[in-house]
């Protein structure tokens, strides 16, 4: 092992917007993804910060408000403590939101404020969209009208389907999502920016280096962003809702919501450490050297992956940048994109209330939208579960119990040579499944599918005295399973991990192995009985 095996590693699940809890779509994407690869670092020794932050400040929660009739700061308290909620109850193993106060502002204003004071921004006036009758600027959610890239209908700053940015007056035929009767025309406004033209070159090299480690889709759209001027991102604009723009240059102005998601980033960070005191930004220095990785979504690959990134880069060597960002496509309900607004949706929090958290998290896990939209399907995760996940693991389950009935377990059982090199087989494909490279828990869920049945056959020849290898053999293969399906299958996992099961996955393959039994999974009936009688039961036997 290396030492830089134990780099700390700092993961962000993209900041949710905080106006309604998370659906499915939301789970099944960068927040059980990003969960999956934080409990893989830390069965491997790793030190992990895997933490988001709820983004307060963005226009979606005006209009969300808005169009529940309640205030913005209503929608924001309700929608945080049901996100919190939400991620506990789905076994996402993230610090808890960190409070959106004083603190926080002071981070945000501290990031920005020096990126100013480097000379880094740029003043300009610009065309905005503009509600007459209301006598207001729209930018973001607040206006909608049609991509000017894709011609899809789109928000402004930036469309869900093709995936690029559209700022000022680039969105064609422009409509306030407020009133859509509120005739929009264009005024000009000066504010903030700062130009990513600046930064292509390094940008570029930095692609250059990482694409590789980027999924097809997003390495698309990065490759098409990179090939045109690439756009001012407004640092201010002439907004009420959000956090005051402190500047001289830009009276009356608030920062432009996406500017937050770096410090929002870090001060989060800094709240899963504990809130230490020292600087909020400390972990994401560079001589922290902290591995960091994004988890997010294909419609927010500009924002997460390019504007983002050019924010660190602006203030020089101080930061470290993602060592990748892993980008989910959408997940669809019906054969249609989940959505909030259209109530075409389940919410996270119901799914896992009805069904054992474990297969949930499975069944997303094995159909999650990594390289293109999937399909979520209520009957299918019952009846597929039930019958490729719970019916053979649980079997396997009773065969590994009646091969250990009458085996002398006080000490470890030997493991042959052979026994440990099926094993490590075992091992480098799940590792092959959760390092960066080729980061796919849907390969990881399939590799614990296709080995049930095989190692059931194994315990029940032995079972028989047929088989050639060793119950030792057996319980190192079933223990390695259960260590690759660990991430995944966290409830099952803690319940083994508490009868002392070694679930490390950093370990070389031993010699002989202690006694376990493997953890039996909740079917949608019935509760996981406690197995830990029968364990006593099997060592009473051979004692
Ligand atoms: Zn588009
Ligand atoms: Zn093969």
């Avoid at 930061?319 to 496509?329: G, I, L, Q, S």
């Avoid at 409830?491 to 009868?499: H, L, P, R, S, V």
């Avoid at 002392?500 to 031993?510: K, N």
Wanted: hydrophobic share 40%; charged share 20%.
């Amino acid at each position: 092992m290396t030492g830089g095996e134990r780099r700390p590693a700092i993961i962000i699940a993209a900041t949710p917007t905080s106006n309604g809890d998370l659906h499915v779509g939301h789970l099944a994407g960068p927040y059980l993804a990003g969960d999956i690869y934080a409990r893989y670092l830390r069965a491997n020794g790793r030190p992990v910060t895997y933490t988001t932050c709820t983004d307060d400040s963005q226009s979606y929660v005006v209009t969300t408000a808005h169009r529940r009739q309640v205030t913005p700061a209503e929608l924001v308290s309700r929608s945080t403590a049901a996100i919190q909620r939400t991620l506990e109850a789905t076994g996402i193993s993230m610090a808890p939101l960190p409070p959106i106060d004083e603190k926080y502002r002071r981070t945000v204003l501290g990031f920005l404020g020096a990126l100013r004071a480097l000379g880094r921004f740029r003043l300009r006036t610009v065309r905005l969209p503009y509600a007459q009758h209301a006598g207001t600027f729209l930018y973001d959610g607040l206006v909608s009208g049609v991509c000017p890239h894709c011609l899809a209908n789109s928000s402004g700053g930036g469309c869900e389907n093709c995936g690029h940015p559209n700022n000022y007056d680039e969105l064609l035929e422009p409509v306030s999502s407020l009133d859509p009767a509120d005739p929009v025309t264009h005024r000009d406004a000066t504010i903030l920016v700062l130009p990513l033209e600046e930064y292509r070159e390094r940008l570029t090299a930095y692609f250059a280096e990482h694409a590789e480690r980027w999924r097809p889709h997003a390495r698309q759209l990065v490759r098409e962003l990179l090939a045109r001027p690439l756009p001012d991102v407004p640092v201010t604009v002439p907004g009420s809702w959000g956090i005051a723009a402190p500047f001289p240059e830009t009276p009356g102005q608030v920062l432009y919501p996406w500017v937050e998601a770096m410090p929002a980033s870090m001060y989060s960070t800094w709240q899963a450490a504990g809130a230490p005191a020292e600087a909020t930004d400390r972990l994401w220095r560079r001589e922290n050297d902290a591995e960091l990785v994004y988890f997010h979504g294909f419609d927010n690959v500009y924002h997460w992956g390019l504007m983002d990134l050019v924010f660190l880069m602006a203030h020089g060597d101080r930061y470290v940048t993602p060592a990748a960002n892993v980008c989910n496509e959408f997940y669809d309900l019906d054969g249609e994109k989940f959505s909030t607004s259209r109530n075409h949706l389940v919410w996270a929090a119901d799914l896992v209330a009805e069904v054992p958290r474990d297969l949930v998290r499975f069944y997303l896990a094995l159909t999650g939208p990594e390289c293109q939209r999937t399909n979520f399907d209520r009957a299918a995760l019952t009846g597929v579960i039930e019958r490729r996940l719970v019916r053979p693991w649980n079997a396997l389950s009773d065969a590994l119990s009646l091969a250990l009935s009458g085996v002398d377990i006080r000490s470890p059982l030997p493991v042959t040579v052979a026994g440990q090199a099926r094993a490590e087989l075992l091992r480098q494909r799940f590792r092959a499944c959760y390092e960066l490279a080729d980061y796919s828990p849907a390969r990881a869920a399939e590799t614990v599918l296709s080995n049930l049945g095989r190692m059931r056959a194994a315990a029940e020849a032995l079972d028989r005295g047929e088989h050639g290898g060793t119950i030792g053999d057996l319980l190192l293969e079933i223990r390695t399973l259960l260590a690759g399906a660990a991430p995944i299958l966290a409830d099952a996992a803690a319940e083994a991990a508490d009868d002392g099961v070694d679930l490390r996955f950093d370990r070389t393959q031993p010699g002989a192995v202690p006694a376990f039994l493997l953890p039996l999974l909740p079917s949608g009936a019935r509760p996981a009985a406690d197995r830990s009688a029968e364990l006593a039961t099997v060592a009473g036997g051979a004692a």
